[in-house]
């Protein structure tokens, strides 16, 4: 197997480790952070919550190495674009997700301190875990928007290198587009009360491209004729 082949399949399979990594992180995490007492909730479930943070973690640094391991290849396409998906989707995406595990482990400490306080006044405790929150979903937001358009410098590099099919690249431009707006831009705005069906829509084409792109980069690689002649 040569080296083209072994980025591909291994490009493919961090793909599917950050998808899934990031998605069981929603699960582990959202019943807690929607219970009514917050503090209690997570003083409750502290062990969820830090499995929540490591799986946020997981993603990170899977999706992190991505761009890592396709510069060689990419840069022989387009220096910038390649250099801009390191930046983007390599260095400012995982800062956007220590965001949110920082926030996430602040407030574990901070209900802690809250179960702690027993019949104390609270008040001062459920204003810093809002804080908190606000800077998680704020983290979250960043995360909505920088990773859309360092996802857009590799799907259009793909495109115009045609190192996968054209489709599959047209795909994810879409797809991105529509997450950049319907949560990116839309959340930077306090617009993000969307109905299901419209949350669905902006975000279920780029998560399904997504794998199915790391499954075809695991079974098919790169087009053989591209990388070849840039080699």
Do not use: C
């Not at 219970?35 to 929540?52: K, M």
């Not at 301190?113 to 704020?138: C, M, P, R």
């Not at 045609?162 to 617009?191: A, D, E, Q």
Request: glycine share 8%.
């Amino acid at each position: 197997m040569n080296y083209n082949r072994k980025t591909a399949l291994t490009v493919g399979v961090l793909f599917i480790i950050g998808t899934v990594a990031g998605s069981l992180s929603v699960v582990v995490t959202t019943p807690i952070f929607e219970a009514p007492d917050l503090l209690a909730s997570i003083a409750a479930n502290e062990n969820q919550v830090a499995l929540g943070a490591l799986l946020v973690l997981m993603m990170g640094f899977a999706l992190a190495m991505v761009p890592v391991l396709m510069y060689p290849i990419s840069k022989r396409h387009s220096v910038t674009l390649a250099l801009g998906y390191v930046v983007f989707r390599g260095g400012l995406e995982t800062v956007t997700y220590f965001g949110w595990v920082i926030s996430w482990l602040l407030l574990v400490q901070l209900s802690q301190a809250y179960v702690q306080a027993g019949a104390a006044d609270t008040s001062n405790f459920q204003a810093i875990g809002a804080l908190l929150v606000n800077a998680g979903e704020i983290s979250s937001i960043l995360t909505a928007i920088v990773f859309p358009l360092g996802a857009l410098m590799f799907y259009y590099l793909l495109y115009q290198s045609n190192l996968i099919p054209r489709w599959i690249s047209v795909w994810g431009v879409i797809g991105v587009t529509l997450h950049l707006v319907g949560t990116g831009l839309l959340g930077l705005f306090g617009l993000t009360e969307l109905p299901m069906t419209l949350q669905l829509v902006v975000v279920l084409p780029i998560f399904v491209q997504e794998m199915f792109m790391a499954v075809w980069l695991i079974a098919k690689g790169f087009n053989p004729s591209v990388v070849n002649a840039t080699a």
